[in-house]
Antibody, heavy 120, light 109 residues
């Protein structure tokens, strides 16, 4: 059974930057697409960004395009989310998730989440 | 953009009740729909994938079905551990993203 552990969250001011990390173990990281999903306080789940297994394709929701960058280091089994120009509406718990089957499927493994708070 | 409209947003039920939650997709997404359960302070857990396939380890009281662009999660006999929030998700493609429904909170009646 695989595991994902996020880190890097914290309290920042509006306009500042933060980079989240997600450490994978228990599965062959380079075989699976990965994503970041966030959940604002008291709200539902929102998919934010995804990256293919080989990192040749990345995807974003419109509200973070140009501000967030997803990338991965398959040699270290690490996933990242670089977040620039943060806004109050980016405040959320950020989860990383592994897709079930290569570059397809839903998320069968999730991390415990890391909290990002953006103060205006 | 694929939208997933989930209903109801809140559901009050008793232990032993049969519970049904529905998601409607704004366009054809075949059966690329998953259902998750989330408890407070915890990450979501995958219950159903490809609209009706039960994830390994998930109790058989959970089931999923599809009819066109309407997808349903059914809990055949609600158990105390099932009081949680449930989300549908389409994973047909990334355009613009792997959209979630708004969630359904299942509360104790």
């Amino acid at each position: 059974e695989g595991q994902l552990v996020e880190s890097g969250g914290g309290l920042v001011q509006s306009g500042e930057s933060l980079t989240l990390s997600c450490a994978a173990s228990g599965f062959t990281f380079s075989d699976y697409a990965m994503s970041w999903v966030r959940q604002a306080p008291g709200k539902g789940l929102e998919w934010v960004s995804g990256i293919s297994d080989s990192a040749d394709h990345s995807y974003y929701i419109n509200s973070v395009k140009g501000r967030f960058t997803i990338y991965r280091d398959n040699s270290k089994s690490l996933l990242y989310l670089q977040m620039n120009s943060l806004r109050a509406e980016d405040t959320a718990v950020y989860y990383c998730g592994k897709r079930v089957a290569g570059n397809t499927g839903p998320f069968d493994i999730w991390g415990q989440g890391t909290v990002v708070t953006v103060s205006s | 953009d694929v939208q997933m409209t989930q209903s109801p947003s809140t559901l009050s039920a008793s232990v032993g009740d049969r519970v049904t939650i529905t998601c409607r997709a704004s366009q054809n997404i075949n059966t690329w729909v998953a259902w998750y359960q989330q408890k407070p302070g915890k990450a979501p857990q995958l219950l159903i994938y490809k609209a009706s396939s039960l994830q390994s380890g998930v109790p058989s009281r959970f089931s999923g079905s599809a009819s066109g662009t309407e997808f349903t999660l059914t809990i055949s006999s609600l158990q105390p551990d099932d009081f949680a929030t449930y989300y549908c998700q389409q994973y047909n493609n990334y355009s613009p993203g792997l959209t979630f429904g708004g969630g359904t909170k299942v509360e104790i009646k």
